[in-house]
T-cell receptor, first 110, second 115 residues
Framework: DVKVTQSSRYLVKRTGEKVFLECVQD?????MFWYRQDPGLGLRLIYF???????EKGDIPEGYSVSREKKERFSLILESASTNQTSMYLC?????????FGSGTRLTVV | DQQVKQNSPSLSVQEGRISILNCDYT??????FLWYKKYPAEGPTFLIS?????DKNEDGRFTVFLNKSAKHLSLHIVPSQPGDSAVYFC??????????????FGTGTRLTIIP
């Protein structure tokens, strides 16, 4: 069974902290994505990567960065967490046939 | 600028009846469309897709219709079952045949099936 695993289901962080969200896929996919889901706004793309060490900005990259040192791992970094980054974060990986999502990380910034 | 729109935030349907979820898009470059289903505290799961070269795709109880001239697609679920209660997201991509799997999502429709 193919899997996208996000390391934490729930996180609570303080304003100004540096936050790392980790995502690992076991499908040997080249493409990986980070989205955030907010009520009334749907899923919005933050960053994506088509290959190791490659990254592209999505629609809302401000306040975020990413790292892809290995094919199976794609990390989202909040350089200095703010309360408006409280959200559900979803990692996904894809081949041409399908995009598979992880279960999500509910991040609360206080 | 919302390129994929789901204008109904919620929909309630009696069990056994047909559920129809709608989605409109503005970007003419979109050529592949998908529907995802999402339960609370879980990631979205793929439901059904359609390429722009088709106008209908069917998979069991789920059928997606695409009207390219109107830039409109719809998902029909028949018959609706209580387990179908979830949030449904419409998504679109451009250039999938060339390796672009980047998806643009709508805002979602919460479907509630009434027993």
């Amino acid at each position: 069974d193919v899997k996208v695993t996000q390391s934490s289901r729930y996180l609570v962080k303080r304003t100004g902290e540096k936050v790392f969200l980790e995502c690992v896929q076991d499908m040997d996919h080249e493409n990986m994505f980070w989205y955030r889901q907010d009520p009334g706004l749907g899923l919005r793309l933050i960053y994506f990567s088509y290959d190791v060490k490659m990254k592209e900005k999505g629609d809302i990259p401000e306040g975020y960065s990413v790292s892809r040192e290995k094919k199976e791992r794609f990390s989202l970094i909040l350089e200095s967490a703010s309360t408006n980054q409280t959200s559900m974060y979803l990692c996904a990986s894809s081949s041409r046939d399908a995009t598979t999502f992880g279960s999500g990380t509910r991040l609360t910034v206080v | 600028d919302q390129q994929v729109k789901q204008n109904s935030p919620s929909l309630s349907v009696q069990e056994g009846r047909i559920s129809i979820l709608n989605c409109d898009y503005t970007n003419s470059m979109f050529d592949y469309f998908l529907w995802y289903k999402k339960y609370p505290a879980e990631g979205p799961t793929f439901l059904i897709s359609i390429s722009s070269i088709k106008d209908k795709n069917e998979d069991g109880r789920f059928t997606v219709f695409l009207n390219k001239s109107a830039k409109h697609l719809s998902l029909h679920i028949v018959p609706s079952q209580p387990g179908d209660s979830a949030v449904y997201f419409c998504a679109a991509s451009a250039g999938r045949d060339f390796g672009n799997e980047k998806l643009t999502f709508g805002t979602g429709t919460r479907l509630t099936i009434i027993p």
